[in-house]
């Protein structure tokens, strides 16, 4: 509708201008054709008809001269030939000014016939220049005249026939300049004409432009509100779009209404056709489950890709048991589903989160919330299952509760809000073991007056892929601690420091790491990484590569939370660690425990065959020491010793340690 009024005002705007043109060019000639009018008007000459006049009065003045002397000494016809001479001496001094004496002055030719005529009048002049006293009757003056006047008749017609051929001249003239404005107005008025049809040419195609310049606008803004709704890559909604749909299902759903449902799906194993095919074979995996979830669901269905492997559904007016039976459809259709690329086959399988919309909802976002939640549990609980939302729900709540966490602990890493303590790891041998203090360093987040442990901040960090960055802020202000504290280190052997699985398996975190041991200025021989045997075994290969790396450079390497695998003894040989630290499942039972007792001594075994030092950690009583003692455990960490405390505590910690006094921790 706006395109068509645009046009139409475009359409009248250019009437309006070629009207205004035409109507220029209309004013244009009128104006040149009274030019032309002037001209002729200007042509339009007294002069012929002033000499016509002057002959008349000659021949006149002579013929009454011939009656005055044929009539006597008549007093009446002496007055009137002395009138009809000063009519006569008035049109000569007529022809003098003026047109008529100009066009003389320029006629060369007729210079000496003036001066004749001239001489005649000034002959004539002292008899009868006096009208009111005319001269007596003197018949032989009359005679001389007339015999003067009849001898220059001849000179008179020159002088018509000269202002004849000036006229004819000056006719020529003008003719010309009028000829010359006439060519002027056509040419005036052909460029004019063209001017207005080049104007009315440019105008209609710019016009046709505008008009394509409208559609391709249109067809743009079409395209952009397509791509702001839209996702490129599948052709499905979008994340705002489908919140925005979600928000209007809230704002719509009536008391007696049948409930909606909505759908969060994750696929399980899109990233193992990333990682095995690249990202091609993965977007045309993600086109290819968008059009089979799309033929799985009815019209008034809303599907859309919210972002990575994740799609999201809005069931329209479905009770609970007919979305879970949806969703059910939807996960053994995509288990059944097989993806090829290159001769490759893959099962991909999908996690399903259900939530139920009812008046409890009040936006889109926590609906999103809980379906996510629902949909990890479903993920945790096994490929290719549906987890239906309850608030009830044990393991919802976990994961929720997990998730305040990750928040938390993000808040703390941008706020500054962590800190660094350390807990002694005390020898239980003699000898040179026993030579300096040793001691991990932990993590803690300072919430006011609150100190929060590391517990639910970890395993925060570990469900939601925060690892990598926490370890990069301990690392980071560990090492600034040691060379903060370069000169005052002496008494101090070693300083462990905890590395997550994630960075483990992390080659940009392995680069961070040896930047930052290569450029600082560090302690030497006086820090210690501790990797977890899981994550060890994972990724075997690169950590085998770390620690060869860590250990060129000055660093030594513990095993932590050995034990805990399946074939612990088995990978031990092509992992070239320094410490084993041995599981703490092993070490709380130890005292009444038979099976931790050999498990323990079988470690300590192996360490004295591979020549690696053990760490038993966990150690909260005598009993436990004293057993560790006999195993002869190189190493004991716990409570039992010592509570953690600030790590500037470790400036002016002394060598002994003696048991901590018992603490609520």
């Avoid at 998730?403 to 020898?427: G, N, T």
């Avoid at 504290?485 to 699985?501: I, Y």
Wanted: net charge negative; hydrophobic share 40%; charged share 25%.
């Amino acid at each position: 509708m706006s395109s068509l009024t645009g046009r139409t005002r475009s359409l009248m705007m250019i009437a309006l201008a070629i009207m205004l043109l035409l109507g220029g060019v209309g004013w244009l000639q009128l104006q040149e054709w009274r030019a032309v009018e002037r001209s002729l008007i200007a042509n339009r000459s007294d002069i012929p008809w002033n000499y016509y006049q002057f002959e008349l009065e000659y021949l006149k003045l002579l013929n009454q001269l011939k009656d005055a002397r044929r009539a006597g000494q008549d007093q009446a016809d002496m007055a009137d030939l002395a009138l009809r001479y000063q009519i006569l001496a008035s049109r000569f001094e007529l022809l003098r000014e003026g047109d008529v004496g100009e066009q003389l002055r320029q006629q060369t030719e007729l210079r000496p016939v003036i001066a004749r005529l001239k001489q005649l009048l000034a002959t004539l002049d002292p008899y009868l220049d006096d009208e009111l006293n005319p001269p007596p009757f003197d018949a032989d003056q009359l005679a001389r005249m007339e015999r003067l006047l009849s001898g220059q008749i001849t000179t008179v017609r020159q002088l018509v026939l000269g202002s004849t051929a000036a006229q004819h001249y000056r006719t020529t003239e003008h003719l010309h300049v009028i000829r010359e404005q006439l060519r002027t107005t056509t040419a005036s008025s052909s460029t004019l004409a063209l001017l207005v049809l080049a104007f009315a040419f440019l105008a209609l195609r710019q016009l046709r432009l505008a008009h394509r310049r409208n559609d391709e606008l249109g067809a743009l803004h079409a395209e952009m509100s397509h791509r702001a709704t839209h996702d490129a890559l599948t052709g499905l909604s979008n994340r705002d779009e489908f919140e925005r749909r979600l928000d209007l299902r809230l704002a719509s759903l009536r008391p007696q209404q049948a409930e909606d449902g909505v759908l969060i799906i994750d696929l399980d194993r899109f990233k193992m056709v990333n990682d095995a095919c690249g990202h091609q074979a993965g977007d045309q995996l993600l086109r290819e489950v968008g059009e089979l979830l799309s033929q799985n669901l009815h019209p008034g269905d809303t599907l859309a890709r919210l972002g990575g492997d994740e799609y999201g559904v809005i069931l329209q007016e479905h009770s609970q048991q007919q979305a879970l039976r949806v969703a059910e459809q939807l996960c053994t259709r995509l288990d059944s589903y097989r993806f090829m690329f290159s001769g490759q086959r893959f099962r991909i399988g999908a996690s399903v989160g259900l939530v139920m919309l009812n008046g409890r909802w009040t936006s889109a976002g926590a609906v999103l919330q809980a379906a996510d939640s629902a949909r990890y549990v479903a993920k945790a609980m096994g490929s290719n299952r549906v987890q239906l939302y309850r608030e009830s729900d044990c393991d919802i709540e976990a994961y929720r509760g997990q998730m305040h966490w990750m928040q938390r602990l993000d808040q703390a890493l941008d706020q500054d809000q962590l800190r660094l303590y350390w807990q002694r790891i005390v020898p239980l041998r003699d000898g040179p073991l026993a030579r300096g203090i040793k001691g991990e360093v932990l993590l803690r987040l300072q919430d006011g007056g609150l100190l929060i442990g590391p517990q639910q901040l970890l395993q925060a960090a570990e469900r939601f892929g925060m690892s990598s960055r926490v370890d990069r802020w301990v690392i980071g202000a560990t090492l600034d601690w040691l060379e903060q504290h370069h000169d005052t280190l002496g008494h101090v052997a070693e300083l462990a420091v905890n590395l997550s699985g994630q960075s483990v398996g992390d080659k940009a975190f392995h680069r961070f790491l040896i930047d930052e041991l290569e450029r600082r200025q560090l302690p030497e021989g006086k820090l210690l990484f501790e990797i977890t045997e899981t994550a060890a075994i994972a990724n075997i290969d690169e950590t085998r590569a770390l620690i060869r790396t860590l250990q060129r450079l000055g660093v030594k390497v513990a095993l932590d939370d050995f034990g805990s695998g399946m074939s612990s003894f088995g990978y031990l040989k092509n992992l070239p660690v320094d410490y084993l630290k041995i599981d703490s499942q092993f070490i709380r039972g130890l005292a009444h425990d038979a099976y931790d007792q050999v498990a323990v001594q079988a470690i300590c075994s192996v360490a004295r065959v591979t020549g690696q030092l053990t760490i038993a950690e966990g150690i909260e009583d005598a009993a436990v020491e004293a057993l560790l003692r006999d195993y002869a455990v190189d190493f004991g960490q716990g409570y039992h010793w010592h509570q953690p405390e600030p790590l500037d505590a470790l400036l002016q910690a002394g060598l002994a340690a003696a048991p901590a006094a018992p603490s609520t921790r």
